[in-house]
T-cell receptor, first 112, second 113 residues
């Protein structure tokens, strides 16, 4: 079992719709969870991080964490073509120092 | 604040040659990471430095890869000799403590032919 799993996609949504991206992780003790956006040919950029169960909202983005089920999700409301990118989920394992394990990413395509 | 600087942006070498990448982290960031990202995959941690000491190099292929961070600031990652499977983007990242995520540089795209 991979440590951090994401569906590679592509996930296609129409402009203005809600895009839902999911991530599951294997280390039950993980405490920190991050979402990065990566445009083609560019480096990852941090969108959001979440530590506590529940929802965290930032503009059009909402991160949701369910530690009991070991999944974290990212919702993008009012999706725009500029949101088309690969979204990487990263998890800090329970042991060790501050390093993140990344999933393979989900490619999102927002159709105009 | 200036971001994480990396050079070169692109490098093409033949297999069995050597190559070096350079990274300058955000000023004041004690922790520096080198990640390898193969096309279509997520970034994979190669090595983590805290100041000038190695914290984690468990996934660094030590027979061909080496890295150093002299004086706790700049870092270099070297590959010698390179293999075809080393073709990837090498990303440098830095953080103050890592609790709030870290910042990536623009990366170096390596092609081994």
């Amino acid at each position: 079992q991979k440590e951090v799993e994401q569906n590679s996609g592509p996930l296609s949504v129409p402009e203005g719709a809600i895009a839902s991206l999911n991530c599951t992780y294997s280390d039950r003790g993980s405490q920190s969870f991050f979402w990065y956006r990566q445009y083609s040919g560019k480096s990852p950029e941090l969108i959001m991080f979440i530590y506590s169960n529940g929802d965290k909202e930032d503009g059009r983005f909402t991160a949701q964490l369910n530690k009991a089920s070991q999944y974290v999700s990212l919702l993008i409301r009012d999706s725009q073509p500029s949101d088309s990118a690969t979204y990487l989920c990263a998890v800090k394992p329970s042991s060790g120092t501050y390093k993140y394990i990344f999933g393979t990413g989900t490619r999102l395509k927002v159709l105009a | 604040e200036a971001g994480v600087a990396q050079s070169p942006r692109y490098k093409i070498i033949e297999k069995r040659q050597s190559v070096a990448f350079w990274c300058n982290p955000i000023s004041g960031h004690a922790t520096l990471y080198w990640y390898q990202q193969i096309l279509g995959q997520g970034p994979k941690l190669l090595i983590q430095f805290q100041n000038n000491g190695v914290v984690d190099d468990s996934q660094l292929p030590k027979d061909r890869f080496s890295a150093e961070r002299l004086k706790g600031v700049d870092s270099t990652l070297k590959i010698q000799p390179a293999k075809l499977e080393d073709s990837a983007v090498y990303l440098c990242a830095s953080s103050d403590q890592g609790a709030s995520g870290y910042t990536f540089g623009s990366g170096t795209r390596l092609t081994v032919v």
